[in-house]
């Protein structure tokens, strides 16, 4: 190191030369860096989230899935999975929320070979499943850091009017599915459920 900075000193200019160098190949390398504000976890691992049309029962649900595991196992690099039906895992993950037991929902936890292979098969799977399955709304999705969230992107609609958010709703999921590159379209508004409000008069 001391002979070096001999050398650099009686070589200035050299020495000046190789840092404007360094620092544009630097900043040129820093383009090709794939950039992400919560990039995914990086785990031999991911997630499946399957969604039948509200009221399904948990027959055609299990029916999905049990297709769904003929795909997984069909896959070299998936090393097993763990299948839930009517309801999700337990939490296994910080970022992944549990959901309500539900006989129209299920989930699988995918284990796999590696990092590499995980985003593999989630993109493979991505393009598969909706086809082979179109009564069902299945999301494939890769575990991620930060804050939890339910999507990338949400809107969130709020007032007294439910007919009105219903039909707000509707147009805004529209809207949605028409940009090319979105995915996993959905709204979280399922059946209507009817309440009754007893009044009793006690002096009767």
Not at 110 to 135: Q, W
Not at 148 to 173: F, N, T
Request: charged share 20%.
């Amino acid at each position: 190191y001391k002979v070096l900075i001999v050398w650099f000193m009686a070589k200035k200019r050299v020495a000046v030369m190789l840092g404007v160098v360094a620092f544009v190949a630097g900043a040129l390398l820093l383009t090709t860096v794939r950039e992400q504000f919560f990039p995914s976890a990086e785990r031999n691992q991911f997630v499946i989230d399957v969604w039948m049309g509200q009221g399904a029962r948990i027959e055609s649900t299990d029916a999905v899935m049990r297709g769904i595991e003929k795909r997984l196992s069909g896959k070299g690099d998936v090393v097993h999975y763990a299948t839930f039906v009517g309801q999700s895992a337990p939490r296994f993950y910080y970022n992944v929320n549990p959901q309500q037991p539900d006989p129209a929902y299920g989930q699988f936890i995918v284990n796999t070979k590696s990092v590499e292979a995980t985003s593999r098969l989630v993109r493979d799977l991505r393009s598969e499943l909706p086809g082979l399955f179109p009564e069902a709304l299945v999301i494939v999705k890769e575990l991620q850091q930060g804050q939890q969230m339910e999507a990338p992107v949400e809107v969130r609609i709020s007032g007294d009017d439910i007919g009105e958010l219903k039909r707000i709703g509707a147009r805004i999921e529209q809207i949605l599915q028409s940009v090319p590159y979105s995915m996993y379209v959905h709204h979280d508004y399922f059946n209507d459920s009817c309440m009754l409000d007893v009044n009793i008069n006690n002096e009767l």
